[in-house]
């Protein structure tokens, strides 16, 4: 979990509740420690990037997301993954190829709730605050979700990017989505 900035305790409610145990990443250090997922949570995806860089983790983190290892990243967190960011000039991890424009919603419709359908799971609820939507995706991206026409979910190899919280509903396929990815690649 990465844990400098936003909603991760939810997360780590969510995954502990399903019986895996979860650790915080603040600090270069935290990295030594064994985990074989990652989550990027939401938050503000600019103090969280700037943070990353500040506690020294970029680098590392990005090798492990470029290596395979199976990350989730929720609104800021699929931001930090987007390769491009139409609305602003900064870019962070830039591991999936996608175009993402931040807050898209705008201030009216800043947070919202609805279900849609999520490719392989039927209905999902989905919980969107001040959300990214997915403008464009390149090649090798499918497409998991989409919500009146836009893309708000996506999946490239490892890397599972929302622009919604699943870890502010009562659902945890999402996440055991992310808990299938390690295991397939476990068992690899
Ligand atoms: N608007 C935030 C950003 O651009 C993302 C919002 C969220 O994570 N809930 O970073």
Known sequence: MLAVQGAFVEHEIMLNNMGMETLELRKKRDLSRDFDGLILPGGES????KLIKEQDM???????IL??????GTCAGL?????????????????????????AYGR???SFFTREEFKGLGKVPMKFIRAPVIE???????????????????????QIGLSFHPELCD???????LL?????????
Do not use: C, W
């Not at 970029?58 to 492990?64: A, G, H, P």
């Not at 931001?79 to 996608?98: C, G, M, R, Y």
């Open 46 to 49: 600019t103090v969280q990037g």
């Open 58 to 64: 970029f680098d590392e983190l990005r090798e492990r």
């Open 67 to 72: 290596s395979g290892m199976p990350v989730l």
């Open 79 to 103: 931001i930090l993954l987007a390769s491009h960011i139409s609305n602003d000039e900064k870019k962070h991890f830039a591991t999936l190829p996608v175009t993402v424009k931040r807050n």
């Open 108 to 110: 009216q419709l800043g």
């Open 136 to 158: 464009t995706v390149g090649d090798g991206v499918d497409i998991l979700a989409k919500v009146e026409g836009k893309i708000v979910a996506v999946r490239y190899r490892n």
């Open 171 to 177: 659902d945890v396929r999402i996440h055991k989505l």
């Open 180 to 188: 299938d990815t390690v295991s397939k690649k476990e068992n690899a």
